[in-house]
């Protein structure tokens, strides 16, 4: 019988407890991404999957749509424009009362026309007199609203909203920001780790300063480096290449660092077997040092590509503002102005952001922690 032990009771409660505030923010911003404008405005995202009570204020239809019969005259209609899953439950004629009577009843007017309201909506209004009033009578509505999810949230944003293009531009940054600067670090990592040459150590300690360098104290320069480039060779720096390289500079001292301690930990003996057998040190590289390194690439490559995908200040700096090039962090920007008041456009939004850092994150955690700690300690 294995023994308790308190403390780790404990610490695995208090994970526990961090994963929950964690994970409830997230799975909220699902729901509301999935509920349709009334019911994010006006209820919590937690009550999602049970009936809602919500008060409304509707007209009848005009005096110009009445029809007379044995008699009568009579407008009917449906206040709940003929939706199938709203009920009405309570119903009032004036403001002071809204919740006057319950559904269904019959209710005679001061001008002795007698009003008829069902769940479903529908009305049937009756009078002896032509009916001449210009605008529909005012009804005070308290109706039942039952659980309902809906991806037309998407739709709006993905499709009419611009979202989808730059959903598409913010992939095409992103995966050539990580992936270049993740292949010319791993090659400079390996020499700074193995390859002996003058100045090895100066250009190691030279990296290591680089780290502390702000990214907003170089950005201009930089986009200024850039434009002179751009206008000898008559393009563009504003484009998908000068943010690929930006975000590659910007990348690579904490790349070369990280992949330098990962591989200066490999056992050495592996090294001078492999050259005793006569490989070179891209052979060695190659063949060595590629596969033994995947979860160190996996975890920095996962730290690389959420930056870029989560970056707004080098975007709005090296892209232009076109629909074809904003990135998705930047048109959520203007979407947080335009559509301040529609939360069902603005968590749709967020969440569409999350989906592909989510997707990388959980598909590559099992190499993330021990990338990370991978070359803290040997032994």
């Not at 005070?140 to 009419?160: D, G, I």
């Not at 200024?224 to 930006?246: D, E, P």
């Not at 990280?258 to 060695?284: C, W």
Request: charged share 15%.
């Amino acid at each position: 019988m294995k023994h308790f032990s308190f403390g780790k009771f404990l610490a695995h409660f208090f994970l526990l407890i961090i994963v929950f505030i964690w994970v409830i923010p997230t799975f909220g911003l699902l729901i509301s991404s999935l509920r349709d404008k009334d019911q994010v405005a006006l209820t919590g995202w937690w009550t999602a999957l049970k009936h809602n009570e919500f008060n409304e204020i509707v007209r009848t239809e005009k005096s110009t749509v009445q029809f007379k019969e044995n008699g009568v005259f009579v407008i009917s209609g449906n206040l709940l424009k003929n939706s199938s899953s709203k009920s009405v439950i309570n119903f009032g004629i004036t403001s002071k009362n809204p919740k006057a009577f319950k559904a269904p009843s019959k209710v005679t007017m001061k001008n002795g026309s007698t009003f008829y309201l069902q769940k479903d909506g529908s009305y049937r209004w009756t009078s002896d007199k032509e009916f001449k009033h210009k605008k529909g009578k005012r009804i005070f509505l308290t109706v039942n609203t039952p659980p309902s999810l809906t991806l037309e949230n998407y739709k709006e944003v993905l499709v009419f909203r611009g979202l989808g293009q730059s959903f598409i531009n913010s992939l095409t940054v992103a995966v050539p920001s990580t992936i270049i600067p993740l292949i010319i670090g791993a090659f400079a990592a390996y020499a700074l780790s193995w390859m002996n040459f003058y100045g090895r150590d100066l250009i190691f300690a030279t990296i290591v300063c680089l780290l502390v360098v702000p990214l907003q104290m170089s950005l201009i320069p930089i986009l200024t480096v850039y434009n002179q480039i751009g206008n000898f060779f008559g393009v563009s720096a504003k484009s998908y290449v000068g943010i690929w390289l930006a975000h590659t500079g910007f990348g690579l001292p904490l790349k070369i660092f990280l992949l330098r301690n990962f591989i200066k930990s490999l056992p050495h003996e592996m090294f001078e077997a492999a050259r005793v057998d006569g490989a070179s040190h891209y052979q060695i590289f190659m063949k060595i040092i590629l596969p033994l390194s995947i979860p160190a690439f996996a975890s920095i490559g996962i730290l690389q590509f959420l930056w870029v995908w989560n970056d707004l200040l080098v975007a709005l700096v090296f892209l232009d503002k076109m629909p074809s090039e904003i990135v998705l962090t930047s048109r959520l920007r203007e979407m947080l102005g335009e559509f301040s008041q529609n939360w069902e456009i603005l968590t749709t939004s967020a969440f569409v952001s999350m989906i592909v850092p989510l997707f990388v994150f959980l598909s590559l955690q099992r190499y993330f922690i021990r990338g990370l700690v991978a070359g803290s300690v040997k032994g």
